[in-house]
């Protein structure tokens, strides 16, 4: 220990303070992971009974106490029957609860959770026979398995043969090579038609706990579990499959279920288009006011400014980039290249190129006072060394005063990143969107479409929770994609202070 | 002390000492003042620097040692303040005039700081660094100045297996020896040396003076220093200033134990008492 008793209280307060903070950020952790990890865990499904001898079937969740007793919130489910899928229930009305295995949770593509039973299984409309439940549990997966086999064979026509052929035709001048092409397409959207019709053959017949019936194409079916029936490694599995898919896919139900994917891409993407632009300008700015210009009156005013403009509030910086970069040099564009496409503008509305040149334009002040610090603290005689060698100053710029202060500029980048990932208000402003499945970077040419409406993170938390219908299903999808959000951001970061260890370990520490 | 000097080695190699007013001249300045931002730094001075010698400037600090080895290579030029009266002749040429690049200049001119200053790159790269200025050199031939470079500042037998190691991984004393080494690579005809051994250990010290002795066969050298008995070492000549003014210029033998002017006699006796 160094802490002396001589010195009274100053170092533990200090120490203190330093354990609080520690100790908050870790509380915000767990709290994220904790309310947002637990959503995919398949947790048990509960069929209770009421004193007035009504039944359903149901999650339990939190539970409040009011002035008539404890309530408890159950997601029944269901909902094209009760018209909402979550149920507040006063526990001493509760007369009866089972666990019984055969209980299924069916993710479906409409309407939100199935909690029930399997009743039956149809084939072209007709009912299979089937003499037990396991049976029954056993057939239904092996179709899902058909069916999926079924989906990749249709998607992975629609990749190879339909994609290539519809590009090719916008291409193709002469009348032969358009009719070939159009012929393989009319054969390659038959054979797709002909699966999609395998795909259409079987139904299930479900049964809700309170006799409610409905039969449901296969194909309407994204999940289907049997949580009281599950052993803990099945549910780990589950968790996994539950956790990859919330990563891995799309956002659906006005953005109350699905995953978070194209958020996660616009956002990584925003952040390193953000990075791209800005370190240029920020490392030459600073080259400029510390190495080049003369020091004089203006060079200092300049130099207080861009510190100033680091305080600027970001929606500032959002309405400045939606006035210039969207209307005034996006209009511009569009009047001289996209003329053909007016009124609908191309470059004249929010998009992925103008949202990281906002934020670019925010983080500059942190490159540039980071680079300068960095080139402040290198010592005049290591460029005189240069000089005296014969170098001219250029020559010292870029081969002793820029790579010494490459670890400097670095953290200027981990503090843009820092900043920038966490911003949405000026996002708002030029090029956000609520839902845009597709990513801006895809196989079509020009690859990467920066004139497209973009997902953020920091955008779905808001829209996810302030503008969804259904608010305690969005409550798990706000931390989990939360969590995601600090993940990304400290992924981002750690990369970039990986480099600059790796840039510091080449050379060892700056002689002082 | 300066019994120190006058070993008989030294004698037998001061033989060649002779008066400066006789001695081939190198560097010669004629009546250079200079001022920082109005403030005289250097006034009115004049002293020839002779060939292939150790010629060392010595005086209190702030005296204007380092300004004045520093206008000897044109590392004032990029300080707007500095203004200059007067002239420097290298060979017989004016440094300032406009026919002379100021890069081949200081190509000629070396100079080596008070604190060793490396590039962050690797030792090879240090030495190899004013050879890449000069442009296209065949990597046989680049290899060959390196060792040579790095053999005449007497570092090649501790480096040789780790040229590719980051200068900055070297210790003080091998850091000042590189820097001469890079120095040196170019083959400059005069070595200015600003207390070149002020920050270093007196093993190290030791090392630095006897490169300085061994390399006068081969350059003029001009060393600043604080540390009166390294003057008497390994200087030939000594130049005595004080307050921006040539007070005293001697050979180093004669200065030390015969100085002319009281003035010089306080500062040498006051400061080795
Ligand atoms: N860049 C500068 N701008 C303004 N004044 C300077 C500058 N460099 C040196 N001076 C002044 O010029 C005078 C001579 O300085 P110089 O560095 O040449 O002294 P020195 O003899 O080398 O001293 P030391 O032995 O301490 O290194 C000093 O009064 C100093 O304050
Ligand atoms: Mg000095």
């Known amino acids: 220990m160094r802490l002396s008793r001589g010195e009274g209280p100053w170092p533990w307060l200090a120490a203190g303070s330093v354990a609080l903070s520690l100790l908050l950020l870790a509380a915000l952790l767990t709290l994220l992971a904790g309310r947002g990890l637990a959503h995919f865990w398949p947790a048990e499904v509960v069929q209770v009974e009421l004193d007035d001898g009504s039944r359903f079937a149901a999650r339990p969740g939190r539970e409040e106490r009011s002035a008539e007793g404890v309530e408890r919130l159950y997601h029944t489910g269901n909902r094209e029957w009760l018209g909402t899928p979550w149920r507040w229930v006063e526990v001493a009305r509760i007369v009866e609860q089972q666990r019984p295995a055969e209980l299924v949770v069916i993710e479906r593509r409409r309407w939100g959770d199935f909690i029930g039973r399997v009743a039956g299984l149809e084939e072209d409309g007709e009912a299979l026979v089937l003499e037990d439940d396991a049976a029954q549990w056993a057939a239904l997966n092996a179709r899902l398995a058909r069916l999926e086999a079924l989906r990749a064979a249709r998607d992975a026509l629609r ?21 070939r092409l159009e012929g393989e ?71 109350t279920a699905g995953g978070v994917w194209p958020a996660i891409f616009g956002t990584v993407l925003l952040v390193l288009l953000m990075s791209a632009l800005v370190a240029p300008f920020g490392v030459l700015a600073a080259i400029y006011l510390n190495e080049i210009a003369h020091q004089g009156r203006l060079t200092r005013l300049v130099r207080i400014s861009v510190r100033n403009l680091a305080g600027v509030p970001s929606i500032v910086y959002g309405v400045f980039g939606l006035g210039v970069f969207v209307y005034g040099i996006g209009g511009s564009l569009d009047e001289w290249f996209f003329s053909d496409q007016l009124p609908s503008p191309t470059f004249g509305t929010g998009g992925l190129l103008w949202a990281s040149l906002t934020l670019a334009l925010l983080t500059l002040p942190v490159v540039i006072v980071a680079t300068e610090e960095g080139l402040a603290r290198i010592p005049d005689h290591q460029r005189e060394g240069a000089l005296a060698l014969g170098a001219t100053r250029l020559e010292t710029l870029r081969r002793v005063v820029v790579p010494m202060a490459l670890p400097a500029m670095l953290t200027g980048m981990i503090l843009a990143v820092a900043r920038a990932a966490g911003e949405v208000a000026p996002l708002m402003l030029v090029g956000v969107a609520k839902l845009a499945p597709q990513v801006p970077l895809d196989a079509e040419f020009p690859f990467l479409h920066l004139e497209r409406k973009f ?21 798990p999808l706000v931390y989990a994609t939360a969590l995601l959000l600090v993940l990304v951001i ?14 510091k370990a080449r050379h060892g520490a700056l002689p002082r | 002390m300066l019994a120190q000097s006058a070993t008989p080695a030294n004698i037998a190699e001061r033989e060649a000492v002779i008066d400066i007013a006789a001695a081939d001249s190198c560097l010669e300045i004629q009546a250079l003042s200079l001022a920082y931002a109005g403030t005289p730094a250097l006034k009115e001075l004049t002293l020839r620097v002779p060939r292939r010698r150790v010629t060392a400037f010595i005086g209190p600090s702030g005296c204007g040692k380092s300004t004045l080895l520093r206008a000897l290579n044109r590392l004032h030029d990029l300080n707007e303040t500095v203004s200059r009266r007067g002239e420097i002749r290298l060979e017989g040429q004016e440094i300032h005039a406009p026919e002379v690049a100021v890069a081949e200049l200081r190509r000629r001119v070396g ?66 020896r590189l820097v001469i080494a890079r120095t040196l690579a170019v083959k400059p005809e005069v070595l200015l040396l600003d207390e070149p051994a002020s920050a270093l250990d007196p093993i ?21 220093t604080h540390n009166m008995q390294q003057a008497a070492r390994v200087s030939d000549y000594t130049a005595f200033l004080h307050d921006g003014e040539l007070v005293e210029y001697a050979p180093t033998d004669a200065l030390f134990t015969n100085p002319r002017l009281a003035r010089t006699e306080n500062y040498i006796t006051g400061r080795m008492a």
């Open chain 1, 159 to 179: 990749q190879d043969e339909v994609m290539p052929r519809v590009r090719e035709l916008g291409a193709a001048r002469d009348a032969a090579s358009r009719a």
């Open chain 1, 185 to 255: 397409l009319a054969t390659a959207n038959a054979e797709i038609l002909a699966l999609q019709a395998q795909m259409a053959r079987d139904r299930v017949l479900l049964e809700s706990v309170d006799g409610e019936r409905l039969a449901l194409p296969l194909e309407d079916i994204l999940a289907i579990q049997r949580p009281n029936d599950m052993r803990l490694p099945a549910k780990l599995g589950a968790w996994g499959t539950g956790v990859w898919r919330f990563l891995s896919e799309g956002p659906r139900a006005a953005n």
């Open chain 1, 455 to 475: 997902m953020h993170l920091g955008y779905h938390i808001f829209d996810v929770g302030f503008h969804s219908g259904d608010v305690e299903a969005a409550l």
């Open chain 1, 490 to 503: 400290l992924l981002l970061n750690l990369t970039a202070i990986l480099l600059r260890h790796h840039l």
């Open chain 2, 111 to 176: 100079m080596v700081f008070q604190t060793p200053n490396p590039f962050p790159m690797s030792i090879y790269e240090n030495v190899a660094f004013g050879l890449r200025l000069q442009g296209d050199m065949r990597k046989r031939q680049r290899d060959e100045v390196v060792e040579w470079a790095l053999r005449s500042a007497a570092l090649w037998d501790e480096v040789k297996a780790r040229l590719g190691d980051s200068a900055w991984s070297l210790s003080g004393g091998q850091q000042q």
């Open chain 2, 204 to 224: 190290s010290t030791l090392k630095i003076e006897e490169l300085i002795r061994s390399l006068k066969s081969q350059l003029t050298l001009v060393l600043v």
